[in-house]
């Protein structure tokens, strides 16, 4: 994994914290952040080394999107995925995680998971799959 990293964008911080520790201890190294704006700013100057997204769906819009309709907050994950497509392309993949009890969702190519499901061992499984499996295949 040498220098990639997981970034992951959620205002969340509980759930944040609590499940990077997970990855850590996993050996998946992760870059926290709780707005749209640092994210933005750490892909502008980083996006060469980050293996995978994971992005909360309900965020504060931040300067980013504050002048565009993100229905309170409540479409500012999709946003911020179709800001990373239009800048940067397919390069990285991405996923949403909310706080919703949903199944089987979809958000264009970027699936979408209940933070509810996906605690503890079975995200690491999920990240190590979405993120790195395709990777070290390739």
Known sequence: MNNSYVLWVDDDRFFLE???ERLKWQGIKCRLVSSVDEAAEIMKND????AGIIIDVMMDPGRLFAERENENGFRTGFLLYDYIRNKYGK???IIFLTNREIKDLKYKDAKIYSKFNYR???????????????KQGA
């Open 91 to 93: 390069g990285v993949s």
């Open 47 to 50: 996006y060469e080394n980050i």
């Open 120 to 134: 503890s061992n079975k995200l690491v499984k999920l990240i190590e799959k979405e993120f790195f499996s395709a």
């Open 18 to 20: 609590r499940s990077s």
